[in-house]
């Protein structure tokens, strides 16, 4: 049993169980991380209380092991059970509401785990925007039911540092704003990720609720697999602090949907261009790393557009790495110009320097991260970038990383969130 007192309030809580949903697989480190490091701060607030994870399939395959080995890393009594109801393609299916309930007539089902349950946290990274134009709007919906079910049961529930929006509703849709605006109302705890997210809640969704600005959980996730790096630099021939990292994605949300024809090759070439210029001004090699596998696509696409001999200095690692092998990775690199925004974090947990590049199609995570940090002039949206301007930053932070007070910035934010937490849980 977890008891913790509420210091602002004297009043004594008990935590038996608490249900993360959901557990996001392997398939994207970024996902991957974000589970772990969930579970790691709220040990650190409630260490003995059970923790059961629904994983985000209801079907059990090698995914759904291999996130149980790694979750088990933590701690074996971790439980880990499948996802009580069958997930679908982004469409509207009324069969998704019986299911629910013929899950609740089933008292082995996974769903008593959330009924027995007396803390439901929504564990995740981008899943609460909308957008009509954008498939992927009707999964992320029906993902939010196991805190429609808290609320109908009156089990207390909350949202761990998430990205919020964009919200674009059309008229028709309206009942889906108000659906959020009462499910955020009556979190018992609201927590953004970036200042940007909570601006798109206040502006967007206007509802009477409670909003926290916090941190990503992967940065509670630390680097311990040096030797995987060292194996990684030795294969791929770099040498430690010889090489810049990068990470590229040239998708809109999700891996699947795609940039226009012209807007890719627009921003491909930008890419390639300071590919180039680091190789020319630096004499680095350039590690492409793909944390998700549509990323080594992207690489390609990219470096091809570079002459023979600066091609043979870009690397593309392709390889399914932990995100603490990441992050030992990226310990070793000079710099991380990142794309992928749990690039970014793996960085900075290990000290290493970053650049953010995004565009509009992916939201407000690099953006908002980067802003929240004050590194404002790291940050370049893709559409406008000017290579020249990037490249002035580039040879800045080079030479001026200590400026950037990277672990006393990051250290700060991880106890804000463990103390908003505590208070707020």
Same mark, same amino acid.
């Given at each position: 049993?977890?008891?913790?007192?509420?210091?602002?309030?004297?009043?004594?809580?008990?935590?038996?169980?608490?249900?993360?949903?959901?557990?996001?697989?392997?398939?994207?480190?970024?996902?991957?991380?974000?589970?772990?490091?969930?579970?790691?701060?709220?040990?650190?607030?409630?260490?003995?209380?059970?923790?059961?994870?629904?994983?985000?399939?209801?079907?059990?395959?090698?995914?759904?092991?291999?996130?149980?080995?790694?979750?088990?890393?933590?701690?074996?009594?971790?439980?880990?059970?499948?996802?009580?109801?069958?997930?679908?393609?982004?469409?509207?299916?009324?069969?998704?509401?019986?299911?629910?309930?013929?899950?609740?007539?089933?008292?082995?089902?996974?769903?008593?785990?959330?009924?027995?349950?007396?803390?439901?946290?929504?564990?995740?990274?981008?899943?609460?925007?909308?957008?009509? &134009?954008?498939?992927?709007?009707?999964?992320?919906?029906?993902?939010?039911?196991?805190?429609?079910?808290? &609320? $109908?049961?009156?089990?207390?529930?909350?949202?761990?540092?998430?990205?919020?929006?964009?919200?674009?509703?059309? $008229?028709?849709?309206?009942?889906?704003?108000?659906?959020?605006?009462?499910?955020?109302?009556?979190?018992?705890?609201?927590?953004?990720?970036?200042?940007?997210?909570?601006?798109?809640?206040?502006?967007?969704?206007?509802?009477?609720?409670?909003?926290?600005?916090?941190?990503?959980?992967?940065?509670?996730?630390?680097?311990?697999?040096?030797?995987?790096?060292?194996?990684?630099?030795?294969?791929?021939?770099?040498?430690?602090?010889?090489?810049?990292?990068?990470?590229?994605?040239?998708?809109?949300?999700?891996?699947?949907? &795609?940039?226009?024809?012209?807007?890719?090759?627009?921003?491909?070439?930008?890419?390639? $261009?300071?590919?180039?210029?680091?190789?020319?001004?630096?004499?680095?090699?350039?590690?492409?790393?793909?944390?998700?596998?549509?990323?080594?696509?992207?690489?390609?696409?990219?470096?091809?557009?570079?002459?023979?001999?600066?091609?043979? &200095?870009?690397?593309?690692?392709?390889?399914?790495?932990?995100?603490?092998?990441?992050?030992?990775?990226?310990?070793?690199?000079?710099?991380?110009?990142?794309?992928?925004?749990?690039?970014?974090?793996?960085?900075?947990?290990?000290?290493?320097?970053?650049?953010?590049?995004?565009?509009?199609?992916?939201?407000?995570?690099?953006?908002?991260?980067?802003?929240?940090?004050?590194?404002?002039?790291?940050?370049?949206?893709?559409?406008?970038?000017?290579?020249?301007?990037?490249?002035?930053?580039?040879?800045?932070?080079?030479?001026?990383?200590?400026?950037?007070?990277?672990?006393?910035?990051?250290?700060?934010?991880?106890?804000? $969130?463990?103390?908003?937490?505590?208070?707020?849980?």
């Amino acid at each position: 049993m977890a008891q913790v007192k509420n210091k602002h309030d004297g009043e004594e809580k008990t935590i038996n169980q608490i249900l993360l949903t959901y557990c996001w697989g392997n398939a994207n480190a970024g996902d991957k991380v974000i589970t772990k490091g969930t579970i790691l701060s709220l040990r650190k607030v409630y260490p003995d209380a059970k923790i059961v994870v629904w994983h985000i399939s209801s079907k059990k395959d090698s995914n759904f092991d291999e996130s149980k080995a790694y979750l088990q890393e933590i701690d074996s009594n971790i439980k880990l059970v499948l996802n009580p109801v069958k997930s679908y393609s982004d469409s509207f299916h009324l069969s998704f509401i019986p299911m629910i309930c013929k899950n609740l007539l089933n008292k082995k089902s996974n769903l008593y785990e959330l009924l027995r349950s007396d803390l439901v946290i929504f564990n995740c990274g981008h899943y609460f925007f909308w957008d009509s &134009k954008l498939p992927g709007k009707w999964t992320k919906l029906r993902a939010s039911y196991p805190l429609f079910l808290a &609320k $109908l049961f009156n089990i207390p529930y909350g949202i761990y540092p998430h990205s919020f929006g964009p919200f674009e509703f059309r $008229l028709y849709q309206l009942p889906i704003k108000f659906y959020y605006k009462n499910l955020f109302s009556d979190a018992k705890f609201l927590f953004t990720r970036e200042s940007l997210s909570k601006e798109f809640l206040k502006k967007q969704i206007k509802g009477n609720f409670k909003v926290q600005n916090l941190i990503d959980s992967g940065f509670f996730v630390e680097e311990r697999e040096s030797e995987e790096a060292e194996r990684i630099l030795s294969k791929y021939n770099l040498e430690e602090n010889k090489f810049i990292a990068m990470t590229i994605r040239l998708s809109k949300r999700g891996s699947s949907e &795609k940039l226009s024809s012209e807007k890719y090759e627009k921003y491909a070439n930008k890419l390639s $261009l300071i590919i180039d210029k680091i190789i020319d001004e630096y004499q680095y090699k350039v590690g492409l790393v793909c944390q998700v596998p549509s990323d080594k696509i992207h690489s390609q696409n990219v470096i091809k557009k570079l002459d023979e001999k600066k091609r043979e &200095k870009c690397k593309i690692i392709d390889e399914k790495l932990s995100p603490e092998t990441l992050e030992a990775f990226y310990n070793k690199s000079r710099l991380l110009i990142g794309m992928r925004f749990h690039s970014l974090i793996f960085a900075l947990n290990v000290g290493t320097p970053v650049m953010g590049i995004y565009y509009h199609h992916i939201g407000p995570k690099i953006s908002g991260l980067m802003e929240d940090f004050r590194w404002e002039n790291l940050e370049f949206d893709l559409e406008n970038l000017e290579v020249e301007n990037f490249m002035n930053e580039v040879n800045y932070i080079l030479n001026n990383e200590m400026e950037l007070k990277i672990e006393e910035k990051v250290e700060k934010r991880k106890k804000e $969130l463990i103390s908003k937490f505590e208070r707020e849980s």
